[in-house]
């Protein structure tokens, strides 16, 4: 099946600690997006990427660093220097950058620092 | 700058009834896209209708209409014949023709009782 796949689907960490959290699609789509959520809000934007090796920064991402090294696959990585990382991730991908592609979503990873 | 405004934090709904979630937004672009996206408690966000701002008429998807009214900036969610799985949070969503980013609004949690 064509999706988007994101894992852990919970994750603990530590204070001081960098994780990263894993986004695949298998849909063939050139875009990719990385959101954050948090508790009662809408979605807000940390990283997308048009292409493979290139990506821009979104509204938030400050704290977070991203690569974009295959079609497929768009890792995020949030530092020690994100000051209150504790959110719900979304990660989305669409067929072509621009426009008014439809954004898909996979599950999403609930990020909780300890 | 774009915007999106939910304005109903929670509605109320019988099963079997129509409801209508209200969205109005603001952008200077003249091209754009409007989605609206379910969000259930698993944290997924799962695309359901879209509409163009060029398109003459309203958007359809099975129970899923879009009321859509380009002077009054508004694109509210009709669903038709509410059912118990409907319950979740809805959320609005705009994407200008020549931007990446989607701007999502604060969302409308929709409960649906027998």
């Known amino acids: 099946d064509g999706g988007i796949t994101q894992s852990p689907k919970y994750l603990f960490r530590k204070e001081g600690q960098n994780v990263t959290l894993s986004c695949e699609q298998n849909?063939?789509?050139?875009?990719m997006y990385w959101y954050r959520q948090d508790p009662g809000q809408g979605l807000r934007l940390i990283y997308y990427?048009?292409?493979?090796?290139?990506?821009q920064k979104g509204d938030i991402a400050e704290g977070y660093s991203v690569s974009r090294e295959k079609k497929e696959s768009f890792p995020l990585t949030v530092t020690s220097a994100q000051k209150n990382p504790t959110a719900f991730y979304l990660c989305?991908?669409?067929?072509?950058?621009?426009?008014?592609?439809?954004?898909?979503f996979g599950p999403g990873t609930r990020l909780t620092v300890l | 700058a774009q915007k999106i405004t939910q304005t109903q934090p929670g509605m109320f709904v019988q099963e079997k009834e129509a409801v209508t979630l209200d969205c109005t937004y603001d952008?200077?672009?003249?091209?754009?896209?409007l989605f609206w996206y379910k969000q259930p408690s698993s944290g997924e966000m799962i695309f359901l209708i879209y509409q163009g701002s060029y398109d003459e008429q309203n958007a359809t998807e099975g129970r899923y209409s879009l009321n859509f009214q380009k002077a009054r900036k508004s694109a509210n969610l009709v669903i038709s014949a509410s059912q118990l799985g409907d319950s979740a949070m809805y959320f609005c969503a705009m994407r200008g023709y020549n931007t990446d980013k989607l701007i999502f609004g604060t969302g409308t949690r929709l409960q649906v009782f027998p």
């Open positions: 989305a991908s669409s067929p072509l950058a621009g426009g008014t592609d439809t954004q898909y």
């Open positions: 990427s048009q292409i493979v090796n290139d990506f």
């Open positions: 952008t200077s672009d003249q091209s754009y896209g």
């Open positions: 849909l063939n789509h050139d875009a």
